[in-house]
């Protein structure tokens, strides 16, 4: 008697337990029968398995069936030589323990990990700033020697972007802080008698600390990712490669001219937001403490010792290289697709301020003894 063995998969169950497979087992034949998925992993605990009668056997199916036999030949099992033949290929591939490790790891080594690739992430973009710092050196060497090459153009043109164009937000800012810590300062100084003190609280405070802070975090949201998407959109264009290709210098045409500008104009946006936040500070003074402006300004000098003023200018020199570095470093870093476009912009932003608050800290540590 001619028996035909059918095309499609056919999965039986014998009446001692075991499961008979037979037809032609592929990925499309399994997904056309959407009852068998189910019925063969049920079977998966079976001890008899017979595919004697199995035509053909694709790798998706055989890998499904040889991680429910987890990774081994169950015994007695009836295997045609077509479908041994693909079983023994999927058993000698090599394992991937990755997956396996990942999907068994614990709450402490996913945490370790995590912690692994954020501090080889900053060991990265920290390289990555010193390798940009060293070829800006070396641009500034090449300049002092070829003062013709300096790129003027381009670096007015990143003064009025960066400089002139914050004039109005960082003076608005600054002043709205003035008035909000002079008034926070007047109702708990009034409750003391110690009115006075307003002046040296809102002097030192905004000069020394928070207008370099404040104009940081300003920039850096401001100019900072602009500078991060300008550049990256110039690596999307391809615009670098080409400039490397016509031999012109990406780091002397559009790093520099990005760093010298933001170097020179924040200490000015330093002094610019610190009158606008006194100039604010002192109307709610006398609004709230009767103090006339004249009089908070003609006492400013002897409250807040010239030293203080240095330092809030150094530092805005000072915070003004870090952001420009680390627009320019995201910038040039990114990949030719718009996601990494985003990616880099927000890294950048969240870089600089991060780095500019941790920078404060230390300087606020090591310059206690000046200007108090």
């Not at 240095?310 to 020199?317: A, D, E, N, Q, T």
């Not at 606020?364 to 200007?371: M, Q």
Request: glycine share 8%; hydrophobic share 55%.
């Amino acid at each position: 008697m001619n028996t035909t063995i059918p095309s499609r998969p056919v999965l039986r169950h014998s009446p001692d337990g075991g499961v008979t497979l037979s037809g032609e087992w592929t990925l499309a034949g399994v997904l056309q029968t959407p009852a068998l998925r189910p019925a063969l992993l049920a079977a998966a605990r079976t001890g008899h398995w017979d595919l004697s009668a199995v035509t053909r056997l694709d790798s998706a199916l055989a890998v499904l069936l040889w991680r429910l036999w987890q990774g081994r030949f169950p015994e007695d099992a009836k295997i045609s030589p077509a479908a041994r033949a693909t079983l023994e290929w999927i058993a000698a591939l090599p394992v991937d323990e990755s997956a396996s490790d990942i999907r068994q790891e614990s709450a402490l080594g996913a945490s370790l990990r995590r912690v692994g690739v954020f501090t080889l992430g900053v060991v990265r973009n920290a390289r990555g700033l010193v390798e940009l710092l060293g070829q800006l050196t070396l641009t500034v060497g090449f300049l002092c020697r070829h003062p013709k090459s300096i790129p003027w153009k381009e670096f007015s043109a990143n003064i009025y972007r960066a400089g002139v164009e914050a004039l109005p937000v960082s003076a608005l800012v600054g002043f709205l802080i003035g008035v909000t810590i002079s008034y926070l300062s007047a109702l708990q100084l009034k409750t003391f008698g110690a009115d006075i003190f307003i002046v040296n609280i809102l002097g030192v405070g905004i000069i020394r600390e928070l207008g370099p802070v404040l104009v940081a975090v300003l920039v850096a949201g401001r100019s900072g990712s602009a500078m991060t998407a300008q550049i990256g959109v110039m690596r999307v264009t391809e615009e670098i490669d080409a400039l490397a290709a016509m031999g012109v210098s990406a780091t002397l045409r559009v790093v520099l001219p990005k760093v010298a500008a933001l170097v020179l104009v924040m200490p000015l946006l330093v002094v610019w937001s610190c009158v606008a936040a006194l100039l604010g500070g002192a109307l709610a003074a006398w609004k709230e403490l009767d103090f006339s402006v004249a009089y908070f300004f003609s006492a400013l000098p002897d409250a807040v010792p010239i030293a203080n003023l240095w330092i809030g200018l150094c530092k805005g020199v000072l915070f003004g290289g870090l952001i420009s570095l680390i627009a320019c470093h995201f910038g040039l870093h990114v990949r030719p697709n718009t996601e990494s476009l985003s990616r880099r912009t927000t890294a950048s932003v969240v870089s600089a301020i991060t780095l500019v608050i941790i920078v404060d800290a230390i300087l606020a540590v090591f310059t206690r003894n000046f200007g108090v």
